[in-house]
């Protein structure tokens, strides 16, 4: 398969960050550090009380250049995974960080949450600089109950470069060099994913599909399994050692989410989504023609489908319409950042698989944000584009109003941003086919939609059941015990074998699933989609207030909790059926105008 990039797509320019791995800067950054983290210890060890802005002053110039050393080393590793030179210095970074971090700094937050509360209160009356970083610091006091000692700490500082994150570093490398014996050639697990998801003809779907599984049985699926367990199985230890009470509480607690809305999320995906789910592709089976579908059928196109490639420049400019259409000044944003060379577009070799988007806050109060994604021309790209897009507006937004320590929302609801910029993307598609008379071709979107909620909600709430049986199991895990977990979590939101799918050939495709090293990340973008689905619910009353609110949303970043920030858009995410509702609300009316569709279709068609 040709997968040489075309050399009309942007490759993003690190220069902004550090000319190269021997740029000065990079080694004034690392000497700065040398010589700040002693200091640090020396000033502030045991006179927080009296020197709390001082050290948060400090401790943000601290966060700023971490962030300009680590955002170019993440940048160019991902780029290139196979350059050794990147890796050893990342390496040693992690090394120096580590052990400067452990020896000096530990006591920090330890001692942070240790202040009486009476102190902190003088500080927020009479410092601004404590009474900006507020909200940070009361998240650091909360994990007061699960701190270990400080000399504990130190340790496990010293070490995180060796701990189980390093396997699945390794797990990166390794999934970036698998390749999968197709018709046109070796193809990448992207490559092999996206001719999966985009082949018109059902049984090469499912051929292709069956050489991903095989490929990724055997020797991948056990190093797969070892990775997972050394990331369950240290988490676990230091679980039970902080005293968090399960293995969602650490995530619960950083996401600044209640266990009981967490639970109140997944139980009304399990009970109001997953029938519409199933529902929606018994739809899918008839509009393809075929008795029952393949797992491989699950992202198909649909025959009437629009199956023309999406140049890069068309995907962009359909996003960026559909920003402009929203808000001008996020559009501005948006245009600059194509300008300033931040986004990676081209699928190669070597470089990491699926898309993200990183954004920073650098010494100066500069933010950065840089995309990778892996475009390959096909409608679902332009989403993925949209999605990283919405991230990166949220981060700049974010970044400059709030700083390097609050820049960053918690994980449950930095998707919203994404989210609701594919949504702005599908609105404007839609009222242009709408405008067109082109039911065929709506449809069609509205089934992508229907996909992406369903890919966000059911598939990443189903990753997050598997996680839980994962974590919740005593011992080991073998890669066959995996699998079947995994087939399991299917059978829970998909239909048993033969209601909806059949399942063959899908027993190792939890393997290639990275997020699972990340522990109970995912239930993020279920959050995100259904959050989106309530803020867009909020526009037909707030009407022209809403865009000016949405940007003062973006802008908060991680100073206010949930329910904070939903409550100019009249929204509790705390209510007891706020989840189910915004199922209602969104996947149902979806599916229910796909279905009127669907019969007009047929009885035209």
């Not at 550090?33 to 401790?59: C, K, M, V």
């Not at 998240?139 to 701190?147: E, G, I, S, W, Y």
Request: charged share 20%.
């Amino acid at each position: 398969m040709n997968s040489t990039p075309s050399l009309s797509l942007p490759v993003w320019d690190l220069t902004p960050i550090y000319r190269d791995l021997e740029d000065p800067l990079l080694q004034e950054d690392l000497q700065w550090l040398r010589d700040h983290y002693p200091a640090f210890s020396a000033q502030f060890r045991g006179n927080l009380s009296q020197r709390l802005g001082d050290a948060l002053e400090e401790w943000e110039r601290f966060a700023e250049r971490l962030n300009r050393i680590y955002f170019y080393l993440h940048l160019a590793h991902a780029a290139q995974l196979e350059d050794e030179e990147v890796k050893n210095r990342l390496h040693a970074v992690n090394v120096l960080v580590d052990s400067l971090s452990g020896e000096y700094t530990s006591f920090f937050t330890i001692e942070l949450a240790a202040l009486p509360d009476e102190i902190c209160q003088q500080h927020y009356a009479t410092d601004a600089r404590c009474q900006r970083l507020r909200p940070w610091l009361e998240q650091v006091r909360l994990q007061r109950p699960f701190m270990l000692t400080s000399e504990v700490e130190a340790a496990l500082g010293k070490r995180a470069t060796f701990a189980a994150s390093s396997w699945s570093s390794f797990y990166d490398e390794v999934e970036a060099d698998l390749r999968f014996s197709l018709p046109d050639g070796p193809a990448t697990l992207e490559q092999t994913l996206h001719q999966m998801n985009i082949h018109p003809d059902a049984e090469q779907r499912f051929q292709i599909m069956s050489t991903l599984n095989s490929g990724l049985a055997g020797p991948f699926a056990r190093f797969s399994a070892q990775v997972l367990n050394m990331v369950v199985g240290s988490k676990r230890v230091e679980d039970k050692e902080r005293g968090y009470p399960h293995p969602m509480a650490y995530r619960n607690r950083h996401n600044r989410l209640p266990d009981a809305v967490v639970e109140a999320l997944h139980q009304a995906v399990v009970t109001e989504a997953t029938p519409l789910c199933q529902r929606y592709y018994q739809l899918k089976a008839r509009l393809l023609g075929l008795p029952l579908l393949r797992w491989s059928d699950r992202n198909a196109p649909l025959p009437f489908a629009d199956r023309s490639r999406i140049p890069y420049a068309e995907g962009w400019q359909i996003v960026l319409n559909a920003f402009q259409h929203f808000s001008p000044e996020l559009a501005q944003l948006v245009q600059d950042l194509a300008q300033r060379g931040a986004i990676d577009v081209p699928a190669r070799p070597g470089k990491q698989s699926g898309a993200f988007n990183y954004s920073v806050v650098i010494p100066g109060g500069v933010t950065h944000s840089y995309l990778l994604l892996n475009y390959q021309e096909s409608s679902r790209d332009v989403m993925t584009l949209a999605h990283e897009l919405g991230h990166a507006v949220h981060g700049l937004l974010a970044g400059a109003s709030q700083g390097a320590l609050l820049a960053s929302a918690p994980m449950a609801y930095a998707e919203t941003a994404s989210i609701f910029a594919e949504m702005t993307t599908f609105q404007f598609l839609r009222q242009r086919l709408q405008q067109q008379n082109n039911p065929a071709a709506l449809l069609a979107l509205l089934t992508e939609r229907i996909e992406t909620f369903l890919n966000s909600v059911i598939r990443q709430i189903g990753f997050s059941f598997f996680e839980q049986e994962v974590h919740n199991h005593e011992g080991r895990l073998s890669a066959q015990d995996l699998g079947r977990i995994w087939q399991n979590s299917l059978f829970r939101f998909y239909g048993a074998e033969g209601e909806t799918f059949q399942y063959a050939a899908t027993e190792n495709l939890w393997c290639y699933i990275s997020h699972f090293h990340n522990p109970f990340y995912v239930y993020a973008y279920a959050c995100g989609e259904l959050l989106t689905q309530s803020l867009y619910a909020a526009q037909e009353t707030l009407g022209n207030q809403f865009e000016p609110l949405y940007r003062q949303l973006l802008r908060a970043g991680g100073a206010q909790d949930l329910p904070e920030l939903l409550r100019p858009f009249h929204l509790d995410p705390c209510h007891a059926d706020f989840w189910r509702q915004g199922i209602r609300n969104s996947l149902l009316p979806l599916l229910q105008e796909a279905e009127e569709l669907a019969k007009t279709f047929a009885k035209t068609g």
